[in-house]
């Protein structure tokens, strides 16, 4: 019997299935913002949560409530397109996928999570000696320790790791007895699934952090009082800092992490101090000058007080930065996090008008959304086919999520 041929609904509707089953890390995240966009480079505003102090005694104590929004952006439309022949169509449509929408699918699947991995020049905290591998439970355990020392909630919390790092954690888990159900999961299914609370899965895509150029001297605070408020600085969370003492025109990568001596971490909910420093990322790249000095913007924001304290003081000046890692390194940029740590948007785009052969399909559960498009080329004589997904990605909140490394 002659295949039925393949319709443009048929198509769009494999496509998104492709999409949805070679998708890692955009099943961990926050997907609620998909209704409330319509087109191409569309921005939504959304307020960040209000923070508050407790207050002793039985005298009223008012303060002042500002709300903050931050900006999220579908600007991510990404395509995958080939030539066939109207043969081609004839196929089943498990061939046809087999042929040429699955290998498209994990292309475009691929695309998206790199987005999110690549979120991690956002994430301040990094736990862990850069270098090292993850070989073992406690060095696992370091990122769900620093998300509970910073009251992340327990629920939702995942762990993307690299190949390396992740095959170091599950030959560890083999080591103990065979009688354990993690074990045998981890030996003979190559998974380790929840450990500590945490589901673990393996990103081909986990980035690479090459540091900057920054030398080994030590680059100092210029100028005391540097911080903020939440009111000048709560809807980026990110300040200028001004720095000096690097050597001449060395590079300071988006992504590098440092703390400043005396300035200390503090539990966002209690407001206080842990016993580490606070860790800063560089979210712009910068380039000292000839004479040292470089403008550095950092996340979090160096908030000394109130409702939205981020840090224990303000740095002194002269105060000494600390960079994590060997400059001109490259790091794998291992991941614990919290689902709200991280945002992906995703809408329908429009299907032309004209075209014959043009379908969308989108999961009423997951928002993604796939358009399929076909035409016919008169200059060489040739059909083309084009799948299409629009997508942004936003670090919503940073704080609930950690860099891991090893120890």
Do not use: C
């Not at 579908?74 to 022949?85: G, P």
């Not at 629920?155 to 170091?168: C, E, F, I, Q």
């Not at 160096?302 to 003081?313: D, F, H, L, P, R």
Request: a negative charge.
């Amino acid at each position: 019997m002659a295949n039925s041929l393949i319709t443009p609904t048929v198509i769009a509707r494999e496509a998104l299935m492709q999409l949805e089953n070679n998708l890692v890390i955009a099943k961990t995240v926050h997907r609620d913002y998909d209704r409330e966009f319509r087109k191409v480079g569309e921005s939504i505003q959304v307020r960040r949560p209000v923070q508050f102090t407790v207050t002793s005694g039985a005298a009223i104590s008012k303060q002042d409530v500002v709300e903050k929004n931050f900006s999220v952006t579908m600007d991510q439309q990404k395509h995958v397109a080939w030539e066939f022949s109207s043969k081609d169509l004839t196929q089943t449509i498990e061939e046809y996928s087999g042929r040429y929408i699955k290998p498209a699918m994990i292309q475009l699947a691929n695309d998206v999570d790199v987005a999110l991995l690549s979120l991690y020049t956002n994430v301040a905290d990094w736990v862990g000696t850069p270098g090292q591998a993850i070989n073992a439970f406690s060095d696992f355990a370091k990122g769900p320790e620093r998300l509970d020392m910073k009251s992340v909630p327990m629920d939702t919390r995942y762990a993307v790791l690299s190949p390396a790092d992740y095959w170091g954690l599950v030959t560890s888990q083999s080591a103990l007895s065979t009688s354990d159900r993690l074990v045998e999961t981890a030996y003979e299914r190559a998974r380790l699934g929840r450990i500590g609370g945490v589901d673990v899965l393996m990103g081909q895509n986990v980035r690479t952090h090459t540091a900057g150029t920054r030398d080994n001297t030590t680059p100092l605070v210029n100028g005391a009082a540097q911080n903020t408020t939440y009111a000048s600085s709560g809807g980026t969370m990110t300040q200028s800092l001004v720095t000096d003492g690097f050597d001449a025109s060395v590079t300071i990568a988006a992504g590098d992490v440092f703390t400043i001596a005396g300035v200390y971490a503090v539990n966002p909910v209690t407001k206080a101090t842990l016993d580490y420093l606070q860790p800063f990322t560089v979210t712009t790249a910068a380039t000292a000058t000839g004479g040292g000095a470089a403008t550095l913007t950092i996340y979090p924001a160096i908030i000394s007080s109130g409702a939205y304290q981020t840090v224990s003081a303000a740095p002194a000046d002269n105060a000494a930065l600390t960079f994590v890692g060997t400059a001109s390194t490259g790091y794998a940029q291992n991941m614990v996090y919290h689902k709200n740590a991280f945002a992906l948007v995703s809408a329908p785009l429009i299907v032309p008008q004209g075209a014959s052969f043009a379908a969308q399909e989108t999961d009423p559960k997951t928002g993604l959304s796939v358009r399929v498009v076909k035409d016919y080329d008169i200059d060489t004589d040739a059909e083309i086919i084009r799948l299409d997904i629009l997508y942004g990605v936003k670090a919503i909140d940073p704080r609930l999520a950690v860099r891991l490394s090893g120890t």
